[in-house]
């Protein structure tokens, strides 16, 4: 193998560098950052913020339609070009979650 591993994978994604670089026989290989804690927090802080938006684009949705159900707003096209945008989102979110239940399902048929 050409020694990528998951510590040297790490270190090309948050660094940049590549496996020769790592490999120098000179200088030992140190990953940076705090480990498994760090990853954690990352993604659940990606996660909650993915969420976030997508509420925000459902409640920017549904702003515009009771503006234009009012007769605030003339504009249908903004209207259905948020609709569109939340419900893309919110598919996408599901999908994302789905994907999350399966991997998570597939670990635990792993036998150990």
Known sequence: ??????????SILTNGTTTKEINRVDQPFVPQGG?????EKSFASTLK?????????QKESDHKMQELATGKSQ??????????????????????????????????????
């Open 35 to 39: 480990g498994a804690d760090q990853t």
């Open 75 to 112: 504009n249908i096209h903004e209207t259905m070009i948020a609709a569109e945008k939340a419900d893309i989102a919110l598919r996408l979110m599901v999908q994302v979650r789905n994907k999350m239940i399966e991997a998570y399902q597939e670990m635990m048929r792993m036998q150990v």
């Open 49 to 57: 913020d993915a969420v976030n938006q997508v509420n925000a684009a």
């Open 1 to 10: 193998m050409d020694g990528l591993t998951i510590n040297t994978a790490q």
